[in-house]
């Protein structure tokens, strides 16, 4: 992200999530209100546990926008933890009260407990669990949610949905699944996929490695938490003959268009005009209640994995913050292609 | 690539492929015929066509190195062009004499010639196929053994495999699916898979996106020019429980370890201390001797695509320029990790 | 800064300025009675103006310290605006209700006014002064202040005092220079001084440009509000000789040491381990009673520039300011160096 | 340097000096001769050695221009050294033929040479000289020249000059301030100063630290090899009162004017369409025929300096340098601002 940067911050149970988004141009609209509704879509789902309902995320903007628009200076978007009285105690930063409450000492296999207590030399696993939980993709999910805003101005539209949950592959048959799984105290994961559509041609180059487009979005898609594969286009690429697979070019009424989209939008690590297709595989949530083998991280006694209040899934979760990886990813390309300081060059810039 | 940075630069058919590599310590060796190994490496496999044979590529090392060991400047490798004089009037930088000489102008579906040629507006076609051919990964490969080099001096060694190619499973059907797309001048994609050995805990983290191992794993992998998907671990993710997928912990002799390796090496961003495991997907090769419906870019004419001297299948290059991606990724890793300004403090950090 | 990041918000009259650090090592101890020690010498300093009153800065920990350590997650800091219920209609984010009040239209020359109207397209000007304005310097002591938290652990520290201010050189001067200047509703720049001491030799690099300690620090330091002219070292660098200049090298008891330190501490582009030594010049602030010829950014009519509640002179802050900033570069360097993700590492490493 | 990127490589005595530039767009013509009056301007000067005769740089192109253009790819360039033959079983990679010919083990202050073998772990200081060594500023003068003819197809034109020498500050006086030293043994340094003309208003931002153009500028020139002071506009801002020294802004025939440049074009960070200028102090040159006292890096035994073939004075070519150095700044600033992936598009952006 070299035009559209930012930083997020913020531990599951801690005070707020922040972002920082840096490089946005000047007198872009922020409807609030949207950015809302895309956190409430993070939160819904079916499989998810009770903390969806403490949650309620709304963000609140400190900085960066006056009257409705951007000023071109750093935007600041906080989601308040509303349940930080509950703790506050265990969550402080003060280093004059420190309690034991909440700590635990056993991996969660699956999960970053133990890489990430070598890693940062700690015992209690809190300070691992705390910002490797998917909480912090709450604050994701309002950047990305800005990054649409801005998309939308270019005519750009994105959206997401789940292919597959456990064996399930319709709605109906992913509840079931979910039913069957939650009451033998499992987890499961699933298959998301996200569109944009109406993208210029262009996006993206070949020129150099890190520069493709498909590359960057896979970078940003992995790293959702649980992501273990990312795809663009035709799943069958690897098992279909070149002249099966590849999307044929035609001219219409002087408009060129394909007929098919294996490539899923990309060729060439470049936008080509179709839809982008991304689809992102989704392991089972670690946060098990029937207990995996696992170890106490202190005494290396074998014990059972800790459980944390957690869902049976987030694969409807996992699609809208992929959704929202994605436009970040895009929105960063088109500032780099078109250039501009304000909504009104960047759109005359791509207008021309 | 923040501590281990390259650029890499090089037409198909122009002098040279170059890289400069900037962020090695000081006093690691180099060995140059292993350098010239990975690139055959890269140059064999079923199904390549005549190319391979003029090609014997051989590095040259320009600067950064001397009594074989860098210095920690810049490490500059060259790829000269055998075939250059051939080229020589249809590459020349000069703009006195140009020609028409292989120029063209259609669409290959599959490549990057129509979005090439609107984002970089061009019309001969040739300007767009020089710097998006997979030629290019050659001196990527070279630069991947020099991270491999690197890796080996922390016990990291890696390697690669093809898993599938079209419906062939094995060596044998391999060929025998390439023998016969090649009869039908068609062309065939398939899976690869490639391993990291012997890591340390803890690269990469969770702490934030864009420092995922997985991430910048899954980046490195789907820039490889025709590669549609990555994966990390078990294939089957998306349809397990998590108490079938996630990986137990056990202590044996004081040791933490796993009995499976379903998530492939890495927990939440990081490496687990076990084997790194990335499969990734190449699509069917896009010039293809059996003709697809394209357009002419200047007339918007339907005719049939460009057909350049090309392979049947190049999944086992495919395998071995992935291999070289995530060394890199890993080398990055590494000295990001451990620090160092020359070998013996590396080692000394990670010995630690 | 590539491993210790940070972006910044916030507008001068807004709800509150942000930082998020990413890249600090977990096990840091964060006094929070330091940063705001670091603020408070900010806010400090002959010449200020009544808002210093109203400021009283004080930093509240938002993420990524848990206890009075920091747990390898980014870290948060806020400094609220005290005042900001006075602004609230004036700064609010929301679009329904648009004031003008405080709007202004008259660049001020010396400041952004004039370019930021044009490059973010704004006519009323408080949208280019809410965040051009040094306001946002508060957030970034405070950044420096965790990063000389950091340094400290490695025996680094820092320091910064005036040399000049209009033409005076001692203290007392200073202030008859700034009492003149306010009685005639003008104002004062000068000159100031930054030193580090305690560095260990090697930070920084001459194989790339970009690599330079130096070239960091200078970066760093012009990009100070008001600063046009940062050295390092003797200023007569331009009229002494070689045999004058150069700082010869000796060794006392096994120890190498210099009798000079015209260089600044670096030679290079590296820390030679004398003390670093940076001065920089501030021009006179911008804003004055006595009004300079200017233009109504709407009408284009001459006029007189717009007065801002303002300081006479800033000097003292700016020192303070760019002591925070070399902070970062250093700890940036330092963390690059040594690599570690938690300080138990990066001391061991340190300390090999 | 976010989207005119680039990686320069090369030891003093090496084989060449080359350089990848990443992100030019496509369809901008490359005028060789240019680049090569270019690396005339550098080596000549008074006071320069022997070396300058041996030299005649001249860049080729290895890749990304074709007839003329560049094609959007990463463009190659190298500086052959014509003296390689004299160097070459000094300077070899090859592990096998090591020689202690040209090995040196005095540190000579002033140079890189004590913090370069601390960092790198190096006992032959050749190993630090290679490249510490002035030399690789030929080939930043050739990426500069791209730079520069980029800038030149939106009108904006840059140049250098010599303001002082020793005590010199007239073309006469500083031959005779050269002479001397020259006879002395001893060296000079002085100060530079580089314009660049008709600048659009707004490149750079005060939105944040690290995207002040003055920032930029300052990291660019202060890494020059000897440059230890940068400075924008009139150096006597620390002593001028507000009034003073602020550019006020006129209107003239519907154009916005000052009829001063105290700030050097440059106000809030940004470029505010006046003339930038920059000034920068070299300090005199540490390689000395005089010696200086110093240390055995192996024995730490007091001795005199090493002397390599060396100038008196490179004064002139460090304004060359800088000036090559603020066209990549700028070129980086156009391409961020106005986007484009090729000429014209860059263009159609810009005269919008």
């Not at 409450?101 to 700690?122: E, I």
């Not at 950047?143 to 998309?151: E, M, R, S, T």
Request: charged fraction near 25%; aromatic fraction near 6%.
């Amino acid at each position: 992200m070299e035009k559209f940067r930012f930083l997020t911050s913020g531990e599951s149970h801690g005070k707020c999530l922040t972002a920082i988004i840096e490089g946005l141009p000047a007198n872009l609209e922020i409807d609030i209100d949207f950015i809302n509704e895309e956190l409430k879509r993070r939160q819904c789902g079916y499989g998810r546990g009770g903390r969806m309902k403490i949650e309620s995320d709304t963000v609140e903007i400190m900085s960066g926008v006056r009257f409705g628009k951007t000023l071109g200076s750093p935007v600041t978007l906080v989601i308040k933890n509303n349940d930080f009285e509950n703790w506050q105690k265990v969550m402080i930063a003060d280093p004059k009260n420190i309690t034991s409450d909440k700590a635990f000492t056993t991996f969660r296999p699956g999960h970053a407990d133990y890489a990430g207590s070598v890693k940062y030399n700690q015992k209690d696993l809190r300070n691992i669990l705390e910002r490797s939980s998917a909480r912090k993709t709450a604050i994701e999910v309002a950047v990305g949610a800005v990054a649409k805003l801005f998309l939308k101005q270019f005519g750009i539209t994105g959206s997401s949905k789940v292919l597959q949950i456990g064996n399930g592959k319709t709605e109906e048959e992913f509840r079931a699944e979910i039913d069957k799984a939650k009451a033998a105290g499992d987890t499961l994961g699933g298959k998301i996929e996200v569109v944009y559509e109406n993208l210029p041609v262009g996006l993206g180059s070949f020129v150099h490695w890190d520069r493709t487009l498909d590359g960057k979005i896979a970078q940003a898609v992995m790293s959702v938490p649980a992501v273990k594969s990312v795809s663009i286009g035709n799943h069958h690429a690897y098992k279909m003959t070149g002249s099966e697979y590849h999307d044929e070019i035609f001219c219409e009424e002087g408009k060129i268009i394909r007929k098919t989209n294996n490539a899923g939008g990309i060729e060439g690590g470049m936008s080509n005009g179709e839809n982008i297709v991304v689809t992102a595989v989704m392991k089972p949530i670690p946060t098990l209640r029937k207990p995996l083998c696992s170890l106490d991280c202190v005494t290396l006694e074998q014990t059972e994995a800790h459980f944390e209040r957690s869902d049976t899934c987030a694969v409807e979760a996992c699609a809208v913050v992929a959704e929202a990886r994605v436009a970040c990813v895009l929105a960063d390309e088109i500032l780099l292609k078109y250039g501009g300081d304000c909504m009104e060059e960047c759109l005359k810039h791509f207008n021309n």
